[in-house]
Every structure is written in structure tokens, then in C-alpha cells.
């Protein structure tokens, strides 16, 4: 059934191809795929890896230092998150990102 976290589990980890690839091979037919079953598995596993890492590290730094250096880690880890997307991925900046950056620097 559609929104089952199973169902979707199967159609996307458990088939060769991103996303994209296997709802057009699904129209089209076989295609070349760009990432197989053991990718996306292994890629699962470093992410959830590398998630459950940061959060210790989250927890560290607010056990060693209080609350509100972990809130202003977390911050800038968003800013600089941010600022990275639209130096890496060309992503346009509008007026809206550019007052939203402008208000964070200043805060």
C-alpha cells in the first residue's frame, strides 16, 4: 500500500537504480544503472553511522560544555550546511536567502 515504510523499503533499497531510474525503467524498460542493491545498502549503513555519531558528539559537547554552546555548534552547523549548498550545487540564492543570511550573521 502506498506510505507503508515496508512496501517502500522494497521498491527502492531492493531494486538496481536511484530512484529516478526505477520509475523510468518502470515506463521504459531496462536501463543502466548508476548505483546497485550493495551501494544504496552500504550507503544506508554509513549514514546511519555517521548519524548516530554525530549525535554522540551532540551529547558530548552539551555534557562538557552546557546547552548553549551546543546551540550555537548546531547553529553554525546550519549556516555552514547552507552556505555550502549553494557554493557546491549552483543552488539559486533568492532575496529571502540572502535576508536570512544577513539577520544569522548579525544576530
Known amino acids: ?3 507503508e515504510l515496508i512496501g517502500g ?3 527502492f533499497l531492493f531494486q538496481n537504480g536511484t530512484f529516478d531510474e526505477i520509475v523510468q525503467r518502470k515506463a521504459d524498460g531496462p536501463a543502466d544503472w548508476a548505483i546497485g542493491k550493495r551501494e544504496k545498502i552500504l550507503a544506508l549503513f554509513f549514514f546511519s553511522t555517521a548519524g548516530l555519531f554525530g549525535s554522540s558528539c551532540a551529547g558530548a559537547i552539551t555534557k562538557h560544555s ?4 551546543f546551540s550555537i555548534t548546531s547553529t553554525a552547523r546550519k549556516a555552514i550546511t547552507l552556505f555550502l549548498s549553494f557554493a557546491l550545487f549552483h543552488n539559486t540564492c533568492t532575496l529571502e536567502h540572502i535576508a536570512g543570511m544577513i539577520i ?3 544576530a
Open 9 to 11: 523499503v522494497q521498491f
Open 1 to 3: 500500500a502506498r506510505g
Open 104 to 106: 544569522f550573521l548579525s
Open 66 to 69: 552546557g546547552a548553549l554552546a
